[in-house]
């Protein structure tokens, strides 16, 4: 009996005890607010009496040595004596962000000078204060030369803190040996003999932004109710079986075997595909365009390095070089004409080269902040697992 | 259950006191190790689960104690809970009864072949786990082989029957997410379960047959009561990391298919929302840990384990 009662109190103690250190311990684990200002974090330039370059940027998107061709990047390391360590290691805009959010988040080096994200992370980082401003009198080309449709960004207006690397456009592709041409986005939600068969992609930005344009929302500029409509339209077609996945980057495989007959997609991946049954279309409600933008993180030590970078891809003959090895929208006005002594095949490529009219189509999403971001992409997931 | 404490205190009597501090010492980097891998990351996913969900990873999160977030976890992803259950559940009986059969075989008939049997188990997991599991997607397509045949015998029929498909096909069904976590964590199940059998007493299973009991007799009263132990480490190993699999449902399921693990990582991931994705998580651990517990009790073999 009495060792019953030890025990008890024992147990209770270390019971209590628990709880206690808990309570104690637990507010340690709060994180802190991560809002810096770039002004207070900047360092002396070393670029002068060290010059290198450090630079983040997405798998496959830059042209390679290749015997007899010198490619972009070692003709910039030639002109300018600057040693450039590029590393792929961009896989997914959130993936980067949680590789450098305590660094930036904290205020202390990533050891990058310059990486490449799409608009809406690019957006939240210029917010949160994490980018340093470009130095406009060593980006001219780059001012001169962007082409308009990605000129004024509602997150970067005049395009101070970031610069696209290369542009691309979502809409939708078919498998045109499984299926009769799909021309519309509400032709994808709702078509019969698409039912079970259609694939939509996780972007949030991109898909929610199609739904406003079906209702004649505009996606950079929409009210609350707007949205609701475009969740409720969706959710109602996602009730009635009409997709089978939403998907990050692996949708074209499923296109390709015939799993998934249409569904929304980037136009570099179609054309990167080589599968001639795969067609991609813009949707007649119009198209969304995205950017993956070059930016200079807080305390890089090569701010004049990136800067002469950004300069030299922004030059209209190394953009349609680079632009004819990876197929994506070439950000820079000029490049087309130098295409022509690049490859003049590529000169009339609508993927690399949209015409001012497919441009004229084009949508971006609005800039959100932190909260309605949030409440957004909890819409956008509800509606996946409705 | 052996603990550590009793492996530190044991021993004979005459040199205690010594013992006693070589003992701690002993323990000492395994304790360093849970702590810092075990006891700090849970009391921060257990601060997560208590953050104010007003916060963001932007703006910083405050731990205020906010309970409210597991009523709100659990009564939104209540559906994503139940079907990672279910599926585990049924993956896990499939493992037991496919692994069982192919244990016994292991260990009473392959005589030579045992030792490439055993090695043909373990030889998946040479593949990344994400590779296989994307093969599968190739095995199971609209237009492959598998499905034909799984039409023409009506297997795609009965699968509708029992809501684990729905049209004719295989992949983005119920039935393609359970059979890829079977294949998954079909070597957890083997494994022990071969190690249980291989120690059964063929002599044992001869006396049944001399005392007259048939061969299915002499299994139920002797075999399996033996190969307990197996079956209760295989199925937890099974049961466990299945509930928690946020792979299979990804790349075999449709978006009906979605389990609590991949609801957990998008919360984490893709919505920013760590007070959700914390509770969420708690929630999955205390539901594991209890059934887990009630599950042992029942078997009754807490010393065999």
Redesign the interface.
């Given at each position: 009996m009495a060792g019953m009662n030890r025990r008890t109190v024992l147990r209770g103690g270390a019971g209590l005890g628990f709880l206690g250190v808990?309570a104690a311990?637990?507010?340690?684990?709060?994180?802190?607010?991560?809002?810096q200002d770039p002004s207070r974090l900047k360092v002396p330039d070393r670029s002068e009496s060290d010059p290198r370059l450090i630079i983040s940027n997405w798998p496959e998107y830059i042209d390679e040595d290749d015997d007899g061709y010198v490619s972009t990047l070692t003709q910039f390391e030639k002109d300018t004596g600057i040693t450039v360590r590029y590393t792929a290691d961009v896989n997914d805009n959130?993936?980067f962000f949680?590789k450098v959010?305590n660094q930036l988040?904290s205020g202390t080096s990533t050891k990058r000078d310059l990486f490449a994200l799409t608009d809406w992370m690019a957006a939240?980082m210029i917010q949160?204060g994490w980018i340093q401003k470009l130095d406009a009198s060593k980006v001219p080309n780059l001012h001169a030369n962007i082409i308009d449709s990605l000129a004024k960004p509602a997150w970067d207006p005049g395009r101070d803190y970031s610069a696209p690397w290369q542009s691309g456009l979502t809409g939708i592709a078919y498998n045109k040996a499984k299926v009769d041409e799909v021309r519309s986005f509400s032709d994808l939600v709702t078509r019969p003999d698409l039912k079970?068969r259609v694939s939509l992609l996780?972007e949030m930005r991109d898909t929610m932004g199609f739904m406003l344009l079906i209702d004649g929302a505009d996606p950079e500029k929409f009210t609350d109710d707007e949205w609701k409509q475009a969740v409720e339209r969706l959710t109602k077609a996602?009730k009635a079986?009409q997709?089978?996945?939403?998907t990050g980057n692996d949708y074209v495989?499923?296109l390709a075997?015939?799993?998934v007959l249409a569904c929304e997609a980037w136009s570099g991946d179609i054309a990167n595909a080589g599968d001639e049954n795969l067609v991609w279309v813009p949707p007649e409600e119009g198209i969304m365009i995205w950017a993956d933008n070059m930016m200079v993180p807080n305390l890089a030590t090569h701010q004049a390095n990136a800067e002469q970078w950004i300069n030299y891809y922004y030059e209209p003959e190394v953009a349609a070089k680079l632009a004819d090895y990876n197929s994506y929208i070439c950000p820079v006005k000029g490049a087309q004409e130098a295409m022509e002594k690049v490859n003049p095949d590529n000169v009339e490529n609508e993927l690399i080269f949209p015409t001012e009219k497919t441009l004229s189509l084009t949508h971006r999403f609005m800039a959100l902040d932190?909260?309605k971001a949030?409440t957004y992409?909890?819409d956008y997931?509800d509606v996946?697992?409705a | 259950m052996a603990t550590v404490d009793d492996v530190a205190t044991g021993g004979p009597p005459e040199h205690r006191p010594r013992r006693n501090l070589t003992g701690y010492w002993l323990i000492l980097p395994g304790a360093l190790w849970l702590l810092l891998f075990f006891v700090i990351p849970f009391y921060s996913l257990l601060a997560a689960s208590l953050f104010d969900p007003d916060g963001s990873v932007l703006t910083g999160y405050d731990v205020t104690f906010h309970v409210q977030n597991f009523g709100n976890a659990f009564w939104d992803y209540k559906e994503q809970i139940g079907r990672s259950l279910l599926y585990a559940a049924l993956a896990t009986a499939t493992c037991l009864v496919l692994g069982y059969v192919l244990a016994y075989a292991i260990a009473f008939k392959a005589g030579r072949w045992k030792n490439l049997m055993l090695v043909l188990v373990i030889a998946p997991f040479f593949t990344s786990f994400l590779l296989r599991t994307l093969s599968w997607k190739l095995i199971l397509a609209d237009d492959g082989w598998v499905v034909d045949v799984a039409q023409a015998i009506h297997l795609t029929d009965a699968l509708q029957l029992v809501n684990l498909a729905d049209g004719d096909r295989l992949l983005a069904t119920p039935f393609a997410v359970i059979a890829g976590l079977t294949y998954n964590f079909l070597p957890f199940m083997v494994l022990p379960l071969y190690a249980s059998l291989e120690k059964v007493d063929v002599r044992l299973i001869e006396a049944a047959g001399d005392l007259y009991a048939s061969p299915a007799r002499g299994f139920l009263k002797v075999t399996l009561p033996l190969s307990m132990p197996g079956v209760v480490a295989g199925t937890l190993l099974t049961f466990i990391p299945a509930t928690g699999d946020y792979v299979n449902d990804q790349l075999l399921g449709n978006t009906n298919t979605r389990m609590v693990g991949a609801s957990i990582q998008s919360l984490f991931t893709k919505e920013n929302d760590y007070a959700t994705a914390g509770a969420l998580s708690v929630i999955l651990m205390v539901i594991i840990v209890a059934a887990v517990m009630v599950y042992v009790r029942k078997a009754g073999t807490e010393e065999l384990v």
């Open positions: 808990s311990v637990l507010p340690l684990f709060g994180t802190p607010d991560q809002k959130d993936e949680s959010r988040g939240r949160v079970g996780t996602k079986g997709f089978r996945s939403f495989q499923d075997s015939g799993n932190e909260a949030r992409e909890k997931t996946q697992r | -």
